[in-house]
């Protein structure tokens, strides 16, 4: 059966990935323009991550929530 939580942190490791990419990337960079290049860059994958996994991440961070919430009820 297919787990969604693997699912989501597989689809969120390959996007740390390609973020951390980028980001030494833009440590190396040394010309003004391109350091904000790769910060474009970034907050463009960013915002395209953010909406591809709004509606999945808002689910989850739900069901989180409520686990949090019965944890501090037993305690």
Do not use: P
């Amino acid at each position: 059966m297919y787990n969604f939580s693997h699912g989501l942190v597989f689809v969120c490791n390959v996007f740390i990935e390609e973020v951390l990419f980028i980001v030494l990337q833009l440590l190396h960079s040394e010309t003004f323009w391109k350091r904000n290049m790769y910060k474009c860059i970034i907050l463009s994958l960013l915002k395209y991550q953010i909406a591809k996994l709004d509606s999945k991440a808002n689910f989850t961070f739900d069901l989180l929530l409520t686990i949090r919430d019965r944890k501090k009820e037993t305690n």
